[in-house]
């Protein structure tokens, strides 16, 4: 698969074959991850691995696609809006990473918002209140949703004199 299809194949799963993902595997995506950009090296991310137990009571609705690992990535957070900006654009970053190479070898992720919920954060023990947690599934897809139509690239390009 060349980049370009990992990019524009690459969807969010909203449900999961229960096919367990070996443990070498998904570390391997996350080391590929770690090679997003981030400014001065920072570094700013950490991987809670979300064991059954935590799955219970972080009750997210669709229980992440039925998703056989959820990976929650915490973003380092900053009194200072610009460091805290820099680590959101990194971890992000990071995360894209973590995705393409979970597409690239047949599997998918389900990206979610929850783990930034009073409730989350407590059972994640992110006790920072400045940071910021997105939580996946990752799993090998039971179904790929369809492509949804994007706007035009050229409708986003402002040109300067």
């Not at 996350?30 to 950009?37: D, I, K, R």
Request: aromatic share 8%.
């Amino acid at each position: 698969m060349d980049i370009f299809e990992a990019i524009t194949g690459r969807r969010n799963i909203k449900l999961f074959r229960p096919d367990a993902i070996d443990e070498a595997t998904w570390m391997k995506w996350l080391e590929a991850a770690s090679y997003a950009p981030n400014h001065r090296m920072n570094q700013p991310w950490q991987v809670i691995v979300i064991g059954d137990e935590a799955r219970v009571k972080i009750n997210h609705k669709p229980n992440f696609g039925d998703a056989p690992l959820v990976l929650a990535f915490v973003a380092e957070g900053s009194d200072k809006p610009i460091e805290r900006d820099e680590n959101l654009v990194a971890v992000s970053s990071f995360i894209q990473n973590f995705s393409l190479a979970a597409h690239a070898a047949g599997a998918g992720t389900r990206w979610t918002s929850i783990g930034n919920t009073p409730n989350t954060r407590e059972i994640l023990g992110v006790t920072d209140e400045t940071a910021t947690i997105w939580i996946l599934g990752v799993g090998y897809p039971a179904e790929v949703p369809e492509v949804k139509e994007r706007s035009p690239i050229e409708t986003k390009i402002k040109r300067l004199p």
